[in-house]
């Protein structure tokens, strides 16, 4: 079973910036789709960013030129470096990854973290 812990959440101003990390188990995230998600409150969870096992990224159009998704192999872990951040931005935000590779449908994303809160206000 994949374990996926996320962390860096906090409160932050707008215009301000956060990372996220999501520490994976097992040897997964080089050969995995990895995706951050979030969820507001009354609203439903959302992509915000999506790698395949190759690299390429792929960005809710909110986010597009903010937030950046990376990983490291060799800490199995990936990241969401989040700028500029917004209030509408505030959310808890989930490391999901999928075993499939390509990050192409959610239903695929099977391994989800508990998630992290991003707090944005000032």
């Known amino acids: 079973q994949v374990q996926l812990v996320e962390s860096g959440g906090g409160l932050v101003q707008p215009g301000g910036s956060l990372t996220l990390s999501c520490a994976a188990s097992?040897?997964?995230?080089?050969?995995?789709?990895m995706g951050w998600y979030r969820q507001a409150p009354g609203k439903e969870r959302e992509l915000v960013a999506t790698m395949d096992s190759l690299g390429s990224a792929k960005y809710a159009d909110s986010v597009k030129g903010r937030f950046t998704i990376s990983r490291d192999n060799a800490k199995n872990t990936v990241y969401l470096q989040m700028n500029n951040l917004k209030p509408e931005d505030t959310a808890v935000y989930y490391c999901?990854?999928?075993?499939?590779?390509?990050?192409?449908?959610?239903?695929?994303?099977?391994?989800w973290g508990q998630g992290t809160q991003v707090t944005v206000s000032s």
């Open positions: 999901a990854s999928d075993p499939s590779g390509d990050g192409v449908l959610r239903a695929n994303f099977g391994s």
């Open positions: 097992g040897n997964i995230v080089r050969i995995s789709a």
